[in-house]
């Protein structure tokens, strides 16, 4: 599919307020923007490319889930940098955050579907991310937000049988979840269940701590998405290792720092000289 919708622009102070109301008490909000077509464009290219190579070099692929995506074509690194989720991002956590994790999964149609239940790339299956996800400290006695996680939707989901994201509203805030993933049934959730059978482009965010699943892909449409999270700078990414100067060279000041550019240890903490304002931009301003 060819994207057409024109570039999008900064969230305003009002969108802001209005979608981390929603985050705080649904756990997941939709953004009024869809990604800007030459963005979208080049990312569908990157994962078209990616999931080309693996499935030539092993005819057995169908299905590809790419980890660290931002270190395997600089589209990924360009939605790394989508101003909308930066702004979400700096709202959560202030100036101090950084990238946690980035990956692209591209579904094809499965015809068994029970098979498909039982391969990450195809399918995943009810879950709330991080260490069980309750082995984070508790704020205020509810499971903490330690990353926020944008799920950026690249292909048509509107026909409804493509295996598209699907949450429990408000999960987030239902600790006696925590590690009981035997006792959780979807059907006593039917009331708060969503699923985001959405237009091409579309972003949603959530918590990480919102439960979630993604069921096989029926359709004959492959279903390529990315999801890309953000958290404080005091925590290590899932996905990846922190670079080398040398990795980083030629990028952005702002690109640096949310790959976790070499620093002394107490700076991953507290900042020093520029360490607190390389993100200014995406505070709020007023207007
Ligand atoms: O395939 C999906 O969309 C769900 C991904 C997911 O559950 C996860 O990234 O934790």
């Known amino acids: 599919m060819t994207f057409t919708q024109q570039e999008t622009t900064r969230l305003t102070n009002d969108e802001r307020d209005q979608l981390n109301a929603q985050l705080a008490r649904d756990g997941f909000a939709v953004l009024p923007h869809k990604l800007p077509a030459d963005l979208a464009n080049d990312v569908i290219g ?4 990616i999931t080309a190579e693996q499935r030539q070099s092993n005819r057995s ?13 600089p589209a990924f690194r360009r939605l790394m940098m989508y101003e909308p989720a930066l702004q979400l991002a700096y709202d959560a956590f202030g100036p101090m955050f950084h990238l946690n994790q980035s990956n692209f999964i591209s579904r094809v149609q499965e015809a068994d579907q029970d098979a498909a239940k039982k391969d990450f790339a195809a399918s995943i299956d009810w879950h709330a991310d991080g260490p069980r996800p309750g082995l984070f400290p508790r704020v205020d006695g509810m499971m903490g937000l330690h990353y926020l996680k944008f799920g950026y939707f690249l292909t048509d989901l509107t026909h409804g049988t493509g295996g598209a994201l699907q949450v429990i509203r408000g999960t987030h805030r239902h600790e006696e979840l925590d590690g009981n993933k035997k006792n959780f049934n979807v059907a006593d959730y039917a009331d708060d269940l969503v699923e985001f059978n959405v237009e091409a482009g579309t972003v949603v ?30 925590m290590r990414p899932v996905d990846r290792d922190f670079p ?44």
């Open 46 to 49: 990157a994962i078209d490319r």
């Open 244 to 287: 080398a100067a040398a990795d980083l060279e030629n990028l952005s000041a702002e690109e640096r720092w949310l790959l976790g550019e070499p620093r002394p240890a107490m700076r991953w903490w507290i900042p020093q000289g520029d360490d607190a304002s390389r993100m200014a931009r995406f505070a709020r301003k007023p207007e």
């Open 205 to 234: 965010v959530f918590h990480q701590a919102l439960w979630h699943a993604a069921m096989p892909n029926q359709s004959e449409v492959e279903r390529k998405n990315v999801y890309i999270s953000y958290c404080p700078t005091w």
């Open 61 to 73: 692929v169908q299905s590809v889930k790419l980890h660290n995506c931002v270190d395997h074509d």
